[in-house]
Nanobody, 120 residues
């Protein structure tokens, strides 16, 4: 079983910055990719950014140039640096990871979510 623990959300004024962190633990052999999704009230969950084991990244168009995803030295952690935040970035942000468990089975796991609120 794989667990994800997120931290770093909060309330910030427009133009401000926040850094989200996510750490994976449990029966993990390898992690193929980690990423962040978000869900605003009344909207579908959307992909914000992902990073693969080789370091390839992918971003939602609306956050390009403002958000940066990175992985920690331990490779089981992922960060999302969010700069120039806008009110439309307000959402619950979820960490997601996929990889191989010690059972040899592919796993996909979600964090519990962390609230990001950007005031205008």
């Amino acid at each position: 079983q794989v667990q994800l623990v997120e931290s770093g959300g909060g309330l910030v004024q427009a133009g401000g910055s926040l850094r989200l962190s996510c750490a994976a633990s449990g029966s993990i052999v390898s992690i193929n990719a980690m990423g962040w999704y978000r869900q605003a009230p009344g909207k579908q969950r959307e992909l914000v950014a992902t990073i693969t084991s080789t370091g390839s990244t992918n971003y939602l168009d609306s956050v390009k140039g403002r958000f940066t995803i990175s992985r920690g030295n331990a490779k089981n952690t992922v960060y999302l640096q969010m700069n120039s935040l806008k009110p439309e970035d307000t959402a619950v942000y979820y960490c997601h990871t996929a990889g191989i468990a010690t059972t040899g089975i592919l796993f996909r796991s979600w964090g519990q979510g962390t609230q990001v609120t950007v005031s205008s």
